[in-house]
């Protein structure tokens, strides 16, 4: 009977083996994943499942492949083999993966197995393919994509490539994504991208393209051309409709405007950080010396190689989201807006426009957002019924001093003002409308007011009555005038408040109407005490830092000790016996007390004042220096107690003595 269980074992245990291969111990395993990653692997696993959809085999040492070292293939769907040191790719081992849609190649060293000058083989099932990171030059690529029918996205970023010729792409003419970006590629050769009629992706980003002189991408939906060399973007002249949607031009050398195609989607535009002096789409010739400094290509005969005919304004029905910023423009005329009635975001901020100004020819009705922070703006006009949906205004760093006061007045959805770093005053509430200053009362829309760093003078009362503020900045505005109304007309609403580094001694709010206020920055002022509340307040973050508080009052302390969950205190002459509230309050476990390591205060211990930080002050100091006071008050009182005792007694017997000499001559 034994020995005939032994023999069926025999029999059993191989056909058991054979259906359920025994799992790689040092892979993770999970359904049909078999991760392989980060485990200095020189070898494949022998021993793998026989159905693998994903296999990972990234960040490892592996440096050849070969059918010996990968024998189960036919069923991987996904195969990555980024951040190892391949070299070798045997010609024909990915032919019989006819399930096989992702591969990654990226990070490993392919430039030496296309030194070789051979084909891979048929990728005929893949569609994502990563080569990225693999030092691969000119062509070599070539050597991996020349018979890949099923492929639609393409990496080829991080290599060294320096043209793209027209054969590049013949062996896979069912490309949708191509990315091209961190290379050095200076040449395209016409009809490079012509023939994917499926491309709708192409990132040509960080390159050293110099010009793009005829666009004929109709398909093409997205293209990056940011970090070049560009000095011209020309689309070919076509009555076609193209499909373009995304166009990234910043950081180029870019002067005009770019040749958009006549018939356009555009819906995202970026010039920001070029050389734009207009937005027209060509300039003068007498700047042909400034061109040639600036970098641009000409011809034999001393003509710019891509600037265009002088045109006017291109149509950009579509047009969403328009960067102008960091350039060199002086000068915007209205009409140029005039096309883009759908225009919701427009940043022309870090240019050197001296007025702007919006029309009813160029109504912007759709713009949302408008950045025309730091320029160098004299005049700003924007007409009736213009800007109707213009929700945040970005005026900081202009140094601008008059504006018609009720500018902001007509901007009927205007949430959000950034007035930082200029020069205004602010219109009490009931003034008739001047040119002197500024009137922020009575918008009704008003949300966020940012005031920084305008030299104000003062806030008159009511300044921003009618207007809902949520936010309120005025800090860095030295010496400001701010009195007991100045902020009235925001009890209901304001949230968060401002007043750092405005040299204030006192302050004269009565802070308990603030129903809603959450967060309260007095730091870096001059503050000697803060008494702010006359009853209970909703203050959840007090900065006080830098100021010159000595003791803070246990009438503020009673009334923030409910609500506070964050202060900040350091940089004070704080008394450390004086403040039994305060020290009382830093103790709590629900405060949070971030600058606490900054946080000292003085006391004097033998004749000598000293400062230590609160978080190292002990009980007894304090209460030793009680028990002197207390001594010395005692010895204090009990001579006074003597001396006006002698005194009286003395009076006393003077009046008798006095008394007794006047009976006697009586």
Request: charged share 15%; proline share 4%.
């Amino acid at each position: 009977m034994g020995s005939c269980l032994w023999i069926l074992m025999l029999v059993v245990n191989p056909v058991l083996s054979f259906r359920r291969p025994a799992e790689p111990s040092v892979c993770r395993v999970v359904h049909e994943d078999v991760d392989c990653s980060g485990l200095s692997l020189r070898t494949v696993p022998k021993r793998l499942l026989a159905s693998i959809h994903l296999l990972d085999l990234s960040r490892n040492l592996l440096q050849n492949l070969t059918d010996h070292e990968l024998p189960v293939l036919s069923n991987v769907h996904h195969l990555n083999l980024q951040a190892n040191k391949i070299q070798f790719i045997q010609p024909g081992l990915f032919q019989d993966t006819s399930r096989l849609e992702v591969l990654d190649l990226s990070r490993n060293l392919l430039d030496l197995y296309a030194a070789l000058k051979t084909s891979v083989g048929p990728l005929k099932s893949v569609r994502r393919l990563d080569l990225s990171g693999n030092g691969l030059f000119t062509d070599m690529s070539d050597y991996f994509l020349s018979d890949a029918p099923a492929l639609t996205q393409l990496s080829l970023d991080g290599n060294s490539i320096t043209k793209i010729s027209r054969h590049t792409f013949n062996g896979s003419q069912a490309l949708t994504s191509i990315d091209l970006h961190n290379n050095v590629i200076i040449e395209i050769e016409e009809g490079a991208f012509e023939s994917l009629t499926g491309l709708s992706e192409l990132d040509l980003s960080v390159n050293s393209i110099s010009c793009i002189t005829d666009f004929n991408l109709v398909r093409l939906r997205t293209l990056n051309l940011s970090k070049n060399s560009l000095t011209s973007f020309q689309t070919v002249d076509s009555e076609l409709e193209f499909e373009l949607l995304y166009l990234d031009l910043r950081e180029n050398k870019i002067l005009y405007f770019p040749v958009l195609p006549q018939k356009n989607k555009l819906m995202y535009l970026d010039l920001s950080r070029n050389l734009l002096r207009s937005v027209n789409c060509s300039g003068p010739l007498e700047e042909l010396e400034n061109l040639k400094a600036s970098g641009y290509l000409f011809t034999d005969d001393d003509k710019p190689l891509c600037l265009c005919a002088n045109q006017g304004h291109q149509d950009l029905p579509s047009l969403l989201y328009l960067d102008l910023s960091h350039n060199q423009l002086k000068a915007i005329p209205s009409s140029f807006f005039s096309s883009m009635a759908s225009l919701e975001s427009l940043n022309i901020s870090n240019n050197c426009l001296e007025s702007f100004s919006v029309d009813s020819e160029a109504s912007l009705n759709s713009l949302k957002t408008l950045d025309i922070s730091y320029n160098n703006l004299q005049n700003l006009s924007f007409g009736q019924n213009t800007l109707a949906a213009l929700e945040v205004l970005h005026l900081q760093g202009n140094a601008l001093s008059t504006l018609d006061s009720g500018i902001f007045l007509r901007l009927p959805s205007i949430r959000s003002l950034h007035l930082q770093q200029n020069l205004f005053r602010i219109c009490p509430s009931l003034k008739n409308q001047t040119h002197d200053c500024i009137r922020l009362s009575s918008i009704s829309t008003l949300s966020y007011l940012y005031l920084s760093e305008n030299s104000l003078e003062s806030v008159p009362p009511g300044a921003f009555d009618g207007s809902p503020l949520l936010i309120l900045d005025l800090s860095l505005n030295a010496d400001v005038g701010l009195g007991p109304y100045s902020l009235s007309g925001l009890e209901p609403t304001l949230a968060h408040l401002s007043l750092r580094g405005n040299q204030l001694r006192t302050l004269t709010v009565d802070f308990t109407s603030f129903h809603k206020l959450k967060s309260l920055d007095l730091s870096v002022n001059r503050l000697t005490g803060v008494s702010l509340w006359s009853g209970d307040c909703s203050v959840e973050s007090l900065n006080l830092q830098n100021n010159s508080l000595v003791t803070l009052a246990s009438d503020a302390v009673l009334a923030l000790q409910k609500s506070l969950r964050t202060l900040y205190v350091g940089s004070n002459p704080l008394s450390c016996c004086g403040n039994p509230y305060l020290l009382t309050l830093l103790q709590q476990d629900r405060l949070s007390v971030p600058d606490i390591s900054a946080v000292t205060c003085w006391f004097t211990r033998d004749s000598e004042s000293v400062e230590i930080s609160v978080s190292a002050l002990r009980a007894e100091d304090c209460e030793s220096l009680d028990g002197k006071v207390l001594w010395i008050s005692v010895i204090v009182a009990l001579a006074l107690g003597l001396t006006l005792v002698s005194v009286v007694t003395l009076k006393l017997c003077h009046s008798q003595t006095h008394g007794f000499k006047r009976g006697i001559k009586a």
